[in-house]
């Protein structure tokens, strides 16, 4: 069974993937300074939860965006699953999609993995919108190949922001305001619901019509991001809901470099 480990910027998140089905997922908060002993202490206990041996797992990937995080991942699939770990985007796991940006060394591991998994399920041209840390918005071609995009803040990082810059302004949580049809709120809370949500779909709305402008045709539009189906309640913009679009491109990327070279 292949262990696919999403590390982010937010959160980490581990996968147990058969024959590229997902059986099991769980996520903890990143922290760079989180050893390989605490991960498997956390991990084996959750795997066995789900019914599986702790020796179930054989193979590991890892994808990242934190570099720190790496090593730590690194010793946890070799000391504690026996497994000498595929990072993707290095060695046997090199990007099997062409990058066609100025600087592809620079692009998130998480979204060439988008792209990867997107290609596969969708043909033609796409549009991935991630709702992570960041809000990313990133355009695939036809081809598989990654062409680039636009990152934006993430909606909690905005309203952390906010919240932490105006000493008056209440912690609230994010959803959809109560009154669908208004956007003048009578109250502060209100006013800060209706500013970061429909804020928030307007960019989502704009942002995506304005890519598709720069292209020929009529692009699939694929979102994936915890806060993806909180937005799809109220707006037309998405053509899919993909969730572990990350997780099954690392199952992809595993098994394409098992294949060997292409």
């Avoid at 803040?153 to 905005?158: D, E, K, V, Y």
């Amino acid at each position: 069974m292949l262990l696919a480990i999403d590390a982010g910027n937010t959160n980490v998140v581990f996968a147990l993937v058969d024959g590229g089905e997902i059986r099991a997922r769980w996520r903890i908060a990143s922290d760079p300074r989180r050893t390989a002993d605490e991960y498997a202490v956390w991990l084996h206990q959750l795997i066995e939860l789900e019914g599986h041996p702790k020796d179930a797992v054989d193979a590991v990937i890892i994808g990242t965006v934190v570099p720190r995080a790496l090593h730590n991942l690194e010793v946890l699939a070799t000391k504690y699953f026996r497994s000498e770990p595929l990072v993707a985007g290095q060695g046997r796991a090199e990007w099997p999609i062409a990058l066609e940006v100025d600087e592809p060394q620079n692009v998130g591991a998480d979204r060439a993995l988008n792209a990867i998994a997107a290609h596969a399920k969708y043909p033609g041209e796409l549009i991935v919108i991630d709702f992570g840390t960041a809000t990313t918005f990133d355009l695939v071609g036809p081809s598989g190949a990654y062409r680039g995009g636009i990152i934006a803040p993430g909606i909690n990082l905005s309203l952390e922001a906010l919240v932490s810059a105006a000493a008056k302004l209440p912690r609230i949580a994010i959803e959809a305001p109560k009154d669908n049809l208004s956007v003048i709120g009578r109250t502060t809370q209100s006013q800060m619901q209706i500013g970061i949500y429909w804020g928030y779909v307007a960019m989502i709305e704009g942002l995506t019509e304005r890519m598709k402008r720069e292209l020929e045709g009529p692009p699939t539009v694929v979102a994936t991001g915890g806060l993806a189906n909180l937005f799809d309640k109220h707006t037309n913009v998405f053509d899919a809901i993909e969730p572990d679009l990350t997780i099954q491109g690392l199952s992809l990327l595993y098994d394409m470099a098992m294949r060997g070279p292409r």
